[in-house]
C-alpha cells in the first residue's frame, strides 16, 4: 500500500536486455510499464531501428507467462513510430504520457495491489512514475552517447532524488 512516506526498490541494471532476464525469475511480477524513449530505443535512431527494438522487447516480455500486462510509455507525441508487430491483446502505447504524473487506469495496470515494476533511464521521470505507483524501478541509465541538456540535468537531480525515494539494489 502506497503512503506518502514510502521507499520504492530501485535496481541497477545495466540495460534492458539484463532486466528482461532478471525478470524471467521475479514470478511474482505481474504488470510491466516500459519507457521507451532511451531505455528502448536511443535518441537518434531511425524509424526502422525503432521499430525492431521496440518489437524485440514486447516480443521478450509477452514471452513471460507470469506478467498480465505491458505498458509501453513515451512523454513523446503520437507521432512517433512505435510497434510493428501486433501487440499482444494485454499490451498497450501510451503516447505523451506526462511521466512522472501518468495516471495509473493509463498504463493498464489494474487497480490491485499486483506487483508492478518500471523500467526506464530517468529518475526524475520513470523512477518517480514507480514510486507513485508502489512499483520497483530497474533503472538503465541513458545510452545515448550525447544526452539532450534537459536529460543530463534530470539525471543529476535524479542523484539527490534516488536517496530520498529509494533503497538501492542490484539486479539478481
Same mark, same amino acid.
Given at each position: #500500500?502506497?503512503?506518502?512516506?514510502?521507499?520504492?526498490?530501485?535496481?541497477?541494471?545495466? !540495460?534492458?536486455?539484463?532486466?528482461?532476464?532478471?525478470?524471467? @525469475?521475479?514470478?511474482?511480477?505481474?504488470?510491466?510499464? /516500459?519507457? /521507451?524513449?532511451? &531505455?528502448?530505443?536511443?535518441?537518434?535512431?531511425?524509424?526502422?531501428?525503432?521499430?525492431?527494438?521496440?518489437?524485440?522487447?514486447?516480443? *521478450?516480455?509477452?514471452?513471460?507467462? @507470469?506478467?498480465?500486462? %505491458?505498458?509501453?510509455?513515451?512523454? +513523446? $507525441?503520437?507521432? *512517433?513510430?512505435?510497434?510493428?508487430?501486433?501487440?499482444? =491483446?494485454?499490451?498497450?502505447?501510451?503516447? =505523451?504520457?506526462?511521466?512522472?504524473?501518468?495516471? *495509473?487506469?493509463?498504463?493498464?495496470? !489494474?487497480? !490491485?495491489?499486483?506487483?508492478?515494476?518500471?523500467?526506464?533511464?530517468?529518475? #526524475?521521470?520513470? $523512477?518517480?512514475? +514507480?514510486?507513485?505507483?508502489?512499483?520497483?524501478?530497474?533503472?538503465?541509465? %541513458? &545510452?545515448? *552517447?550525447?544526452? @539532450?541538456?534537459? @536529460?543530463?540535468? /534530470?539525471?543529476?537531480? $535524479?542523484? %539527490?532524488?534516488? /536517496?530520498?525515494?529509494?533503497? &538501492?539494489?542490484?539486479? $539478481?
Amino acid at each position: #500500500m502506497w503512503t506518502p512516506w514510502h521507499r520504492s526498490r530501485l535496481i541497477e541494471a545495466a !540495460g534492458i536486455a539484463g532486466v528482461l532476464t532478471d525478470l524471467a @525469475h521475479r514470478a511474482e511480477v505481474r504488470h510491466v510499464v /516500459l519507457d /521507451l524513449d532511451n &531505455t528502448v530505443v536511443p535518441y537518434g535512431s531511425t524509424d526502422e531501428e525503432e521499430r525492431a527494438l521496440i518489437d524485440d522487447a514486447v516480443r *521478450r516480455i509477452a514471452a513471460l507467462e @507470469h506478467v498480465t500486462s %505491458i505498458s509501453l510509455v513515451s512523454n +513523446a $507525441g503520437s507521432g *512517433r513510430t512505435g510497434p510493428s508487430l501486433p501487440l499482444p =491483446s494485454h499490451a498497450t502505447v501510451v503516447w =505523451s504520457a506526462d511521466k512522472p504524473l501518468t495516471p *495509473r487506469a493509463r498504463l493498464a495496470t !489494474g487497480t !490491485g495491489s499486483a506487483p508492478t515494476v518500471v523500467i526506464g533511464d530517468l529518475v #526524475m521521470t520513470d $523512477g518517480l512514475l +514507480a514510486w507513485r505507483l508502489g512499483a520497483d524501478y530497474y533503472h538503465c541509465p %541513458i &545510452t545515448s *552517447r550525447d544526452p @539532450h541538456a534537459a @536529460h543530463r540535468i /534530470l539525471g543529476w537531480v $535524479g542523484r %539527490i532524488v534516488r /536517496l530520498v525515494l529509494f533503497t &538501492t539494489e542490484r539486479p $539478481g
